[in-house]
């Protein structure tokens, strides 16, 4: 039983730091195999039944890529896009998509069996992104088939892409600091960790120059999906200028990246000692109170914050 996909989907992406193994090049044929209609036709300069009119009825053609190593390094997943527009008859003319693993001798349809796309893709739809395994000998194939009435003005696919879902090795939640009597405080969590040796801490008072000093190293707590938390202190920062802060994450083979968020520290600033929090009823409060508070410093300042 065919079960369909809508070409009035919204589109989605899949976040994350992508390597592109394998990508059409726009009006450029690609030359995969076909079997029947569905081919790159230089009329239009797309993989299509038809570059004019509409489709025949009674068809089952393929457009099928040759083996692609799809490999990756640091990833384990791929993603699959690709654009079409045009219409075929809404439930009874499907275009079905299927990707291999092993050079063409088994195939998978991403969705399930018998689903596939059917309807109006309008002017261009991207295709949300198809997740795969990866692998070193991977192929793809579009399948269209028609019924034997109706027919309509099929599809044209424009555009197609494998990226690699690479994932980071670090992935930084929040970084903060904050001016502890005469030393500066800085705090981080990691969202997740693979394979990260340590951090280093730079310093800097002129980021602009790119003039950076390392301050010390914290050591990874070791793999983990879950948060982590982190802290180190700088015992002597500058008292005359601002003082910027910024991470970097060395893998255990030496690697570095450094993450572009920085975070400031003024203490050029005379200190105000903080007396008091409070709620909006006066009544005692802490930095762990949620909702609407009110900072009471020995000056008299009164600061509202919503935490």
Not at 33 to 49: D, E, M, Y
Not at 124 to 137: D, F, H, Q, R
Not at 156 to 166: E, L, P, R, S
Not at 228 to 254: A, E
């Amino acid at each position: 039983m065919k079960k369909l996909l809508t070409g009035l989907m919204v589109a989605s992406g899949f976040a994350a730091f992508a390597q592109m193994p394998y990508t059409w090049t726009a009006g450029v044929n690609p030359g995969w195999t076909n079997t029947g209609a569905l081919q790159w036709r230089n009329g239009c300069s797309v993989v299509t039944t038809n570059c004019n009119g509409n489709y025949t009825n009674n068809l089952n053609t393929t457009y099928t890529s040759p083996t692609i190593d799809a490999s990756c390094a640091n990833a384990s997943t791929l993603s699959v896009t690709f654009t079409a527009n045009g219409n075929a008859e809404y439930t009874w003319d499907f275009l079905f998509v299927e990707y291999s693993l092993d050079n063409g001798a088994t195939w998978n349809n991403p969705y399930g069996p018998g689903i596939g796309w059917t309807g109006n893709f309008g002017a261009g739809t991207t295709i949300p992104a198809i997740i795969t395994p990866t692998s070193s000998t991977f192929r793809f194939r579009f399948n269209f088939q028609s019924d034997f009435s109706n027919v309509s003005t099929g599809y044209k696919i424009t555009d197609f892409d494998i990226a690699c879902n690479v994932v980071l090795p670090v992935e930084i939640y929040s970084f903060t600091g904050k001016r502890v009597g005469s030393e500066n405080q800085l705090d981080w969590i990691t969202q997740s960790e693979k394979d990260n040796d340590y951090f280093d801490v730079e310093w800097s008072t002129n980021p602009e120059a790119e003039i950076w000093t390392s301050i010390g190293t914290v050591q990874s707590k070791g793999n983990s999906t879950e948060k982590q938390n982190y802290s180190m202190m700088h015992s002597s920062p500058s008292v005359t200028k601002k003082n910027y802060y910024r991470i970097t994450q060395v893998d255990k083979d030496g690697a570095r990246r450094t993450f572009e968020e920085l975070v400031l520290v003024d203490n050029t600033m005379k200190e105000n000692p903080l007396k008091e929090i409070v709620n909006l009823l006066g009544q005692p409060a802490d930095e762990n109170t949620p909702g609407l508070v009110i900072y009471i410093y020995e000056d008299g300042t009164k600061v509202k914050k919503f935490q």
